[in-house]
């Protein structure tokens, strides 16, 4: 690459708009997925379990409760329920969204809890945009929508559901089961009026995203063949009745699909990394030679980052940021054992046990905060603000460097 497709590169990266943060699920399903994991399960014995989807157990307390961190810092507020998965813990426009085993949480960016309500969902998970959030119950058929701070729809689909998405516009899709096929999606406006569906009949469907025109949809989808682990992306367009392309990774687990721009989305597997253009012309992949996958980070108009480490342990990550077309802007070697990862705009915040680490997509250092060893994830929506998800609660950081 020249210098100056390189600075070019650069100059586009830090003109990014902030990034819509979702946080997609492995495939731990039950009903049908969860037969088809049965099978994976034998096959591969076992499996690398990413940071992403950690699970924290808090210890039950008020939701209204507020508290000091270890550097009494007041805007902190205890975790309303006892159980939180990592992956359930969100950045919106307005501050954060997350929903635990008995509520639905979103919290303002003084960590002011602005809309709360409880749920009796099995294996809650949340999905966000910018504007909305889509909850739900993984196995469940029950889900609702919450936009500008109350919710606005609750429904029920008529079979388990494994995955959603949501965009800015309201349009959301579901995947869930469907008699007489393995996995079923269905798509919906912002008004809940139908518009799209696809059944899947060879693959078990169980990670989904859809695109900010709401034309695409990207699903993520598992099977075996001859024994072998076998991991499928389908490329769907919601005008038209067969998929646009479908891409076959081989020996593989998917972890997720997400659109990171406009006409991109990214696909995550245990090996590698890819982004693929939406109309299905190309891919440009990043595979990881062989190291393990710690953590990593996808979002919309931000690219991507990649925690790599060359041991099971986990320690002595590389930190890899790929651009938005999936181009390696940088590679850097720490010795830090990386849990979670959240990127905004030109910042990197960086997780490790006790500590926070900020860093630059170029790889320079701008401070680190000891944090406690019980910081579970990390949320960057704002280049000096980062919100801390510890063990019994969510804790407002301001970077100064």
């Avoid at 819509?20 to 399960?41: G, M, T, Y």
């Avoid at 392309?245 to 990214?266: G, M």
């Avoid at 802007?329 to 900020?358: C, F, H, P």
């Amino acid at each position: 690459m020249s210098d100056e497709m390189s600075e070019k590169r650069k100059s586009s990266h830090r003109r990014k708009s902030r990034k819509v943060k979702k946080r997609p699920l492995p495939f731990d399903s039950p009903s049908h997925v969860a037969a088809a994991l049965a099978v994976i399960a034998v096959m591969i014995g076992a499996v690398l379990v990413v940071t992403k989807w950690d699970s924290i157990s808090p210890d039950a307390i008020e939701d209204s409760a507020k508290f000091s961190d270890s550097s009494g810092n007041d805007n902190s507020v205890g975790i309303a329920g006892s159980t939180v998965l990592e992956r359930n813990f969100q950045s919106i426009d307005s501050g954060l969204m997350y929903i635990s085993d008995t509520s639905i949480m979103q919290l303002n960016h003084n960590c002011e809890k602005v809309y709360s309500e409880k749920h009796s969902f099995t294996n809650p998970l949340i999905r966000s945009s910018n504007d909305y959030s889509i909850a739900f119950g993984e196995g469940s058929g029950s889900f609702r929508i919450i936009h500008d701070s109350h919710k606005i729809y609750e429904g029920m689909q008529g079979n388990s559901i494994t995955d959603c998405d949501i965009n800015d516009s309201g349009t959301y899709c579901i995947l869930s089961d469907q008699t007489g096929y393995l996995s079923s999606l269905n798509v919906y406006d912002k008004t809940n009026k139908f518009l799209y569906s696809y059944s899947f009949s060879d693959f078990y469907a169980v990670c989904v995203s859809i695109s900010p025109d709401s034309k695409k949809v990207a699903v993520g989808a598992v099977n075996s063949s001859n024994g072998q682990l076998v991991s499928k992306v389908y490329l769907l367009d919601v005008t038209k009745s067969d998929p646009v392309n479908t891409y076959t990774y081989d020996d593989q687990l998917i972890y997720e699909v997400n659109f990171i721009s406009e006409d991109r989305f990214a696909v995550v597997t245990d090996m590698l990394t890819t982004v693929i253009k939406s109309d299905g012309s190309g891919e440009v992949p990043y595979s990881y030679s062989s190291q393990f996958l710690t953590a990593y980070d996808t979002c919309y108009g931000s690219g991507i980052v990649l925690s790599l480490s060359k041991s099971d342990d986990g320690r002595n990550c590389k930190l890899v940021t790929l651009d938005a077309e999936g181009h390696e802007i940088t590679a850097m070697q720490t010795d830090l054992r990386v849990m979670a990862i959240d990127a905004a705009a030109d910042r990197e915040a960086v997780l490790s046990y006790g500590k926070l680490s900020l860093y630059t997509v170029y790889g320079d250092l701008f401070n680190e905060w000891d944090i406690g060893t019980d910081a579970k994830s990390v949320l960057l929506p704002q280049n000096k603000t980062a919100y801390i998800l510890g063990v019994s609660g969510i804790t407002k950081m301001n970077l100064k460097y």
